[in-house]
């Protein structure tokens, strides 16, 4: 107010006064109300300087946002395909690993379950099976076991068992020991074998049964009469029919001649297998694991075994438990020297299991000493060691093959190792990993 009062003081002093001069003053001095009044209301909605620094730079270009890409440089892909190359490194051992202990795992619980039955055999019928490779244990089991067992059925199984008159210990063999035991005989204890449930069943001329008139004891006495039965109640062991190795028939026709249910070797004794397509669970009785037979072998002779060109050969295992010889005398033959040492489960029996590879091993026999005689290869469980037995030493030690260790078959000209996997019913797992 006192700009103005002055400025018009001076103003009417003023002789040269332009009356636009005090419209000037006039018009700044409404301004300056205004901008009081707009100084003196509440700001509801102020703008930050921030902002309003902004708007003072609108023509300030604006950042511009970085391009994304759309694929990887070539180092990154290089750092990428080494770390998956590292991940890979580390984690297949480890599930080839677990896929290994899994499948080792089953099958010993698989022996154990066929150990099981086993003991279960025994409890039944006062004995346990024996392994098939002695007519006499064979006759004297199946006499205790079932003492009214008609003669109809027996000499059926004289008949099944011998060839030419002579027992054929291969005909029912240790891997074929299992299904035929513990697969269960009929109720009726005078046809144990080929009774309702029992092993074998009737198929004669494909029209004719069992107990026809016509149907002579000589007939009941052939085997070529029988097939494999599969519908067996009394099995102690569930046998998954996929593993057992019989043949298909053509249900739509006769079930003589070929079209009978027979095993994969063509007569009437199956093998249980690991798989499908497997090796056989391989069955030893004690009482005859130091079995001589001089039939067996083309007529050459030899010791208790399994042998398959398939899925290879196998003997009992022994033990490092060894019998001293006292008489410091050199053994006399290979059967003196093979008592050197005692065998696992002396007083049971052993199942074996090829393992993983399906195969037992390469090696039955071989000449260590040179003397072109071939001695029985065994090997010692746990040590590993092989035991060859053979006249010309005095003591158990003198026995082993010094050039092999860990069930390896190197010593013998095979490099595949087949018994190292070797699953047993007294191995915590493989032989091998049980090796000290």
């Known amino acids: ?156 199984l004289v008949n099944m068992l011998h060839s030419s008159g002579t027992y054929d210990a291969t005909q029912l063999d240790r891997g074929e020991v299992l299904a035929w035991t513990l697969g269960g005989y009929s109720d009726d204890t005078q046809r144990p074998f080929t009774g309702p449930g029992g092993p074998l069943a009737w198929t004669g001329d494909g029209t004719n049964s069992y107990g026809d008139a016509t149907v002579t004891d000589l007939d009941r006495q052939n085997p070529a009469n029988f097939q494999v039965n599969i519908d067996r109640p009394n099995a102690l062991m569930d046998f998954e029919t996929s593993r057992l190795d019989y043949s298909e028939v053509n249900d739509g026709a006769a079930m003589i001649g070929s079209n009978r249910r027979l095993s994969s070797d063509g007569d009437l004794f199956l093998s249980f297998r690991s798989d499908s397509e497997g090796a056989p669970f391989v069955y030893f009785d004690s009482r005859t694991y130091t079995l001589y037979d001089p039939n067996v072998s083309s007529g050459a002779g030899d010791f208790n075994g399994y042998g398959s060109s398939t899925y290879g050969y196998v003997r009992p295992y022994l033990s490092t438990n060894a019998n001293q010889n006292r008489s410091g005398a050199n053994y006399t033959d290979q059967a003196a020297a093979l008592g050197a040492w005692q065998f696992v489960n002396p007083n049971t029996f052993q199942i074996i299991s090829a393992g993983l590879d399906n195969n037992f091993g390469a090696t039955a026999s071989y000449d260590v000493n040179g003397d072109s005689n071939n001695e029985p290869i065994y090997f010692q469980y746990d040590s590993g060691a092989a035991i060859a037995p053979r006249a010309g030493v005095a003591t158990p030690t003198d026995l082993i093959v010094s050039s092999v260790s860990k069930y390896q078959e190197s010593a013998f000209g095979d490099i595949e190792q087949y018994p190292a996997d070797n699953i047993t019913n007294f191995s915590n797992g493989t032989v091998v990993d049980d090796v000290p």
């Open 1 to 156: 107010m006192l700009l103005v009062g002055f400025a018009r003081i001076r103003f009417s002093q003023n002789q040269n006064f332009d009356p636009t001069h005090l419209f000037y003053f006039q018009s700044h001095r409404r301004v300056l109300r205004k901008l009081r009044e707009a100084d003196d209301r509440p700001h509801h909605f102020p703008v930050p300087r921030v902002a309003m620094n902004a708007r003072s730079n609108l023509l300030q270009p604006a950042p511009v946002a970085p391009k994304t890409r759309s694929a990887f440089t070539l180092v990154e892909m290089l750092v990428v395909i080494s770390i998956i190359g590292i991940l890979a490194a580390v984690l297949i051992p480890a599930v080839t690993n677990a896929v290994r202990t899994a499948r080792v795992t089953s099958l010993r619980l698989e022996i154990t379950a066929l150990e099981g039955a086993v003991e279960q055999y025994q409890q039944k019928h006062g004995d346990y099976p024996p392994d098939f490779s002695s007519w006499a244990i064979v006759e004297r089991h199946y006499r205790k076991a079932f003492p009214r067992m008609s003669t109809n059925d027996y000499e059926l």
